[in-house]
Structure formats: structure tokens, C-alpha cells
């Protein structure tokens, strides 16, 4: 189970509540737990800072961050 403020990483496609198509390996901040972990809203920022997106995923969805994991830039398109 994940924390509030734990970093973790998307193992599924997911879609944002702005319409951003989340890929794994999409990095994000845990900002709220909901039902005792069964699932989380994600923050997933830009490596400018700014918010890009805020989704709700399932336990399942997410993983812990490993010392073996590298960050990785890509630009996204909101769905149609």
C-alpha cells in the first residue's frame, strides 16, 4: 500500500481527468488514497513543474520506483 506523497509509476494506460493519455512508465505523485489503498489519485507533473494531469487508477495500475528505473521525456496530445 502507497502513501500520500509516495512517487509511483503507471503499469497501465490510464486517462486523466484533462484528457491525457497516460502511458506506463508515467511517473506521478500519490495525492490521495482512496479505501484503504484500493485506489489512488495521481498527480503527474511535467519536468517543467506544472501539473499535467490528475487521474484516479486502481492499486494494480501503479508501482513502487526501483533504483534501476530512468526517467524519460515524451510529449503528450490530449484525447479527441
Given amino acids: 500500500m502507497f ?3 509516495d512517487t509511483v509509476i503507471l503499469t497501465d494506460t490510464a486517462t486523466g481527468d484533462e484528457g491525457t493519455n497516460l502511458l506506463p512508465g508515467d511517473v ?22 506544472e501539473t499535467m494531469d490528475i487521474a484516479t487508477v486502481q492499486a494494480q495500475q501503479v508501482r513502487s520506483v526501483t533504483a534501476r528505473d530512468m526517467t524519460h521525456a515524451r510529449e503528450t496530445v490530449p484525447l479527441p
Avoid: K, M, Q, R
Avoid at 506521478?28 to 513543474?49: P, T, W
Fill in 3 to 5: 502513501s500520500e506523497h
Fill in 28 to 49: 506521478g505523485c500519490i495525492v490521495h488514497v482512496h479505501g484503504n489503498g484500493a485506489a489512488y489519485v495521481v498527480e503527474f507533473i511535467a519536468l517543467d513543474g
